[in-house]
């Protein structure tokens, strides 16, 4: 089966496809390039991991917000300073694509104890 391949993905096309049927960026081949599969695949496994980062950062940063709300109301709150909490919201927020070792769980900033 011929393959509509392009930089970062591909489609089965008919036997009878030709050149002339492809979209800007593609070309036509016979099968789909085992580097190109690894690559497809490594990109859908690091969204899976940013995804969950994002949804880490999201928790995290609601969970400091109600740490500065503790502090600033007198209730239960860890015993971490508002001089701590602050840099580390910092650091959370800063916790995205381009981020140092992002979307790598053991890399995300460590929480003030």
């Known amino acids: 089966m011929p393959y ?6 591909w489609r089965a096309v008919n036997d009878d496809f030709t050149a002339e049927n492809l979209l800007e960026g593609e070309s036509l081949a016979d099968q789909v390039p085992q580097a190109l599969i690894d ?14 980062e994002l949804e880490w950062q999201t928790a995290e940063i609601q969970f400091i917000n109600n740490q500065l709300m503790a ?3 007198g209730a239960d709150a860890l015993p971490v300073t508002r ?3 602050l840099p580390y919201r ?5 916790w995205k694509e381009g981020a140092d070792g992002f979307p790598y769980p053991e890399n995300r900033p460590w929480r003030p104890q």
């Open 71 to 73: 502090l600033e109301e």
């Open 90 to 94: 910092t650091r959370v927020r800063n």
């Open 83 to 85: 001089e701590q909490w």
């Open 4 to 9: 509509a391949i392009w930089i970062d993905g």
């Open 39 to 52: 690559s497809v695949a490594q990109k859908s496994e690091r969204l899976a991991l940013a995804q969950v």
